[in-house]
Nanobody
Framework: QVQLVESGGGSVQAGGSLTLSCTYSKYTYVLRGWNCMGWFRQAPGKEREGVAAIYTTYTPRVGTYYADSVKGRFAISEDNANNLVSLQMNSLKPEDTAMYFC???????????????YGQGTQVTVSS
């Protein structure tokens, strides 16, 4: 069973910050050959959208990608030694309110489309 476990969600006022964390099994990470890890979000009544992605240390490729709506405010990072991917979210806006999902994929590092593995999600609520 693939396990991506998110934490760090919560309620915050507009302008505030949160850091989401995603922990995973190193065994699964290697077994499934995750070249990319990222974060998606889904607000009620809306489609899931990609937020940020990063090439993992499993691949020689390097790069991070962000949705236009979060560029300059969010930052994704990987701590492979601790089996952890984080999403630092600053200057949060009410429109950032959503369920945030950690995701991983062998090949797809684009913020569009469907990735192979997702976590259960953590709720982020930003009040005005």
């Amino acid at each position: 069973q693939v396990q991506l476990v998110e934490s760090g969600g919560g309620s915050v006022q507009a302008g505030g910050s949160l850091t989401l964390s995603c922990t995973y099994s190193k065994y699964t990470y290697v077994l499934r050959g995750w070249n990319c890890m990222g974060w998606f979000r889904q607000a009620p009544g809306k489609e899931r959208e990609g937020v940020a992605a990063i090439y993992t240390t499993y691949t020689p490729r390097v790069g991070t990608y962000y949705a236009d709506s979060v560029k300059g405010r969010f930052a994704i990072s990987e701590d492979n030694a601790n089996n952890l991917v984080s999403l630092q979210m600053n200057s949060l806006k009410p429109e950032d309110t959503a369920m945030y999902f950690c995701a991983a994929d062998r090949a797809n590092c684009l913020l569009e489309g469907s990735w192979s593995d997702y976590g259960q999600g953590t709720q982020v609520t930003v009040s005005s």
